[in-house]
C-alpha cells in the first residue's frame, strides 16, 4: 500500500505521520523508502535537522512543472521517473498545495490522507517554530518575538491556509481522499482513528487502537522530539490572539470555518468539526472564492492606508 499524507505546514503532520507509521507496523505493510536508500541518507542523518527522524521522511513536492524529493529545506532534487520514485516508497509526506500535476499524482497512491487544523492555532504553532533553534538557522526573520510574528504574518498565514485547503476539498470525493482533524485527534482520538482505519481497509479494533494511541502519546513524541512536538492543544488562538487578530482571522477564513465546523469563537469537545456529509465540489469553490475575495478587500484596503500615509 502506498499513502500520501498532505497538510499545511504545522498542521499535526508529524503527528500523523508517526500514527500512519504505527499503523502500517501494526498491520505488517512493507514500509520501504526512497530517502532511506539514497547516498544522501548518512550525511543528512547527521544534519542539525527539526527532528531527530526527519533525515528518514520520504518527502514529495509536487510543483506545477516538476516533483521534487528532499530532506527538510537543506537538500531538494527533481525526480525524472515519478513511477521508479514511488515504486520505492510506501509513506509519503507533502506539503504542496492542489495544481494542475497534483491531478496526475495523486491518483499513483493507494491512499491520500489530508490533515486539518484550525487556522488560528495553526499560526500560533508557525509563530512558535520559527523561533526554534532550526528555524533561525534555515529560514531567519526580523522579528523580535513571537507576537510581532504573528502580527507581521497572521494575515498571510490565514490566507495560505484557505488556499491550501480549499484547494484540496473540491476534490476529496472524486480522488477518494480521506481528511483527518486535529481537533477530532485530540479530543475524539478513537472514533477518529477507526476511521481512518476503515479508510485504509483495515479492521478498527479496540486492541489495534489502544495500541496506536499508545504509540503516539504526545508526552513520548514530545520527550523525544522537544522542539517539534508541543503539547497538543486545540484552541490555543483563544488566550495567544488579540480581539483584534481574532477578528482578522475570522474575516478571512470565514467561509472555510464554517464549511468544516470550526467555531468562530470557542473550541468545544462535543461540537469538533467535520466534512460536511453533502459536500460537494461547487460548494467548496463557492466557499474558497467568498474567502479570496475577503483576502483581496482586506489586501486592498491595506493598500490604500498606506497610500494615504504621510
Known amino acids: 500500500m502506498k499513502i500520501l499524507q498532505i497538510g499545511v505546514p504545522k498542521s499535526g503532520n508529524f503527528w500523523l505521520y508517526k500514527?500512519?507509521?504505527?499503523?502500517?507496523?501494526?498491520?505488517?505493510?512493507?514500509?520501504d523508502s526512497f530517502i532511506q536508500n539514497h547516498p544522501?541518507?548518512?550525511?543528512?542523518?547527521?544534519w542539525p535537522l527539526s527532528h531527530s527522524e526527519q533525515a528518514n521522511i520520504d518527502?514529495?513536492?509536487?510543483?506545477?512543472?516538476?516533483?521534487?524529493?528532499?530532506?527538510?529545506?537543506?537538500?531538494?532534487m527533481p525526480i525524472v521517473d515519478i513511477d521508479a520514485y514511488l515504486a520505492a516508497c510506501s509513506h509519503v509526506w507533502s506539503h504542496s498545495a492542489y495544481n494542475p500535476r497534483s491531478e496526475r499524482v495523486l491518483p499513483k497512491f493507494d491512499k491520500v490522507v489530508y490533515i486539518v487544523r484550525d487556522p488560528r492555532d495553526h499560526a500560533i504553532s508557525m509563530a512558535r517554530f520559527a523561533f526554534t533553534p532550526y528555524m533561525q538557522l534555515v529560514s531567519p526573520h526580523d522579528a523580535a518575538d513571537r507576537k510581532l510574528?504573528?502580527?507581521?504574518?497572521?494575515?498571510?498565514?490565514?490566507r495560505d491556509w484557505v488556499g491550501h485547503v480549499g484547494g484540496y476539498l473540491p476534490h476529496v470525493q472524486r480522488l477518494n481522499m480521506h481528511l483527518v482533524f486535529y481537533e477530532r485527534l485530540i479530543h475524539a482520538f478513537d472514533s477518529e482513528m477507526a476511521a481512518l482505519l476503515r479508510y485504509l481497509e483495515l479492521e478498527p479494533s479496540p486492541a489495534l487502537v489502544a495500541q496506536i494511541k499508545r504509540d503516539v502519546a504526545f508526552d513520548t513524541m514530545?520527550?523525544?522530539?522537544?522542539?517539534?512536538?508541543?503539547?497538543?492543544?486545540?484552541?490555543?488562538?483563544?488566550?495567544?490572539?488579540s480581539a483584534k487578530q481574532k477578528r482578522q482571522a475570522v474575516w478571512l477564513a470565514k467561509p472555510l470555518l464554517t464549511l468544516l465546523g470550526y467555531s468562530e469563537t470557542a473550541v468545544s469537545p462535543t461540537n469538533?468539526?467535520?466534512?460536511?456529509?453533502?459536500l460537494s465540489p461547487a460548494l467548496v469553490q463557492q466557499t474558497v472564492r467568498q474567502s479570496r475575495r475577503r483576502a483581496y478587500l482586506v489586501r486592498l484596503f491595506n493598500w490604500l492606508n498606506r497610500q494615504e500615509s504621510p
Open 40 to 46: 544522501i541518507h548518512p550525511l543528512a542523518q547527521a
Open 19 to 31: 500514527i500512519v507509521q504505527s499503523v502500517m507496523t501494526h498491520a505488517g505493510l512493507a514500509q
Open 222 to 241: 514530545q520527550q523525544q522530539h522537544p522542539d517539534h512536538v508541543r503539547k497538543g492543544q486545540a484552541g490555543q488562538w483563544r488566550q495567544r490572539l
Open 272 to 278: 469538533l468539526p467535520a466534512l460536511p456529509a453533502d
Open 149 to 158: 510574528y504573528l502580527r507581521q504574518r497572521l494575515p498571510m498565514m490565514i
Open 59 to 76: 518527502v514529495l513536492d509536487i510543483e506545477r512543472h516538476r516533483c521534487f524529493y528532499r530532506v527538510s529545506s537543506v537538500f531538494r
